[in-house]
């Protein structure tokens, strides 16, 4: 049994000390400090300590050399502080090189934060940190287009300029066309929303075949004539741009933007792009639109499909 010499507090320390040890609100480790100096002052021997605040040698040698060096100062911790900065430059370099230049072992497409530092023995926040300051995002995706077409510049110049500065009195629609959508229905009922549990809709469906969905953007009011059909035809597209045609009032002049079309009216202006060249459509149809009504689709074909005879259809 080893007896540790006294540390010789006065009667400020030790009342310091004593309601230092009795706060609630004290952290525990100045809690166990406090305790630590109080019984070496009290003669208690270093094993009884030990068992006393479950600590080791070195933690009574480290805390019991402070307080003889900085009396009550010496019991509260220091921040270590920040740790020595790498080589930023070469680390940089490097991170940046995997991420630009090379791709996981493992066959991934792009490097996560975590996949990246675990290459390079690093941290993955130094990974986000260098990402964030060039403004890196392997994570997303953006997609662009490049045209075959000779000629785009013009076609791009002619149909930019409808949109930003379109003729008086006139209206100007893209068109576009969704074919081979698949007219689906469920076999099982619908159970409603009720508290406690989501709306649920069963995972089996009949197929009702599939049919062509049509639709034309008026860029000035943001209004969408669409229309379902049956098959895809020039008859079924020619009758569509009908339908167009008449919705707007009789002598107004018409601009239409979509893919390469043959056709010739006196009420229409086509302005035409190649099938490749969608970033100049503004209505571009995906088979998403109608995910919130799954049967609209289906109720479209049998209800209210466009019907198409065999003879020449004439704008009205």
């Excluded at 601009?255 to 209505?283: G, P």
């Amino acid at each position: 049994m080893v007896c540790m010499g006294k540390m010789n507090l006065s009667d400020l320390e030790r009342e310091e000390l004593e309601g230092l040890q009795r706060k609630r609100t004290a952290a525990m480790a100045q809690v166990r400090r406090a305790k630590l100096i109080l019984l070496l002052d009290d003669g208690v021997s270093r094993d009884t300590i030990m068992n006393t605040l479950g600590c080791d040698s070195r933690f009574i040698a480290t805390w019991r050399a402070r307080f003889a060096e900085e009396r009550l100062a010496g019991l509260y911790g220091r921040h270590p502080g920040r740790a020595p900065r790498r080589n930023l430059p070469r680390l940089e370099a490097r991170v940046l090189d995997y991420t630009l230049k090379r791709k996981p072992k493992d066959g991934s497409t792009h490097w996560s934060s975590r996949k990246l530092a675990a290459e390079l023995g690093i941290s993955f926040m130094d990974v986000q940190r260098i990402w964030r300051r060039h403004d890196l995002k392997p994570h997303r995706v953006n997609r662009h287009m490049v045209s075959n077409d000779p000629d785009f510049e013009t076609k791009a110049a002619d149909v930019i300029g409808l949109y930003l500065n379109p003729p008086a009195n006139a209206a100007v629609f893209c068109v576009d066309e969704k074919t081979a959508i698949q007219a689906l229905d469920r076999k099982d009922r619908m159970l409603p929303l009720s508290p406690g549990r989501a709306e649920s809709h069963g995972f089996e469906y009949k197929r009702n075949g599939t049919l062509s969905l049509f639709a034309a953007l008026n860029t000035a009011t943001g209004e969408v004539v669409g229309k379902t059909a049956a098959r895809h035809t020039s008859a079924q597209f020619v009758a569509f741009l009908s339908d167009v045609v008449a919705s707007q009032p009789k002598g107004r002049e018409i601009h239409v933007i979509c893919d390469n079309v043959w056709l010739i009216d006196e009420r229409l202006a086509f302005h035409n792009y190649l099938a490749s060249d969608k970033t100049l459509n503004a209505m571009p149809i995906t088979g998403n639109d109608s995910t919130k009504e799954p049967d609209l689709l289906s109720l479209r074909v049998f209800d209210n499909p466009l019907l198409v005879n065999d003879q020449n259809i004439a704008f009205p």
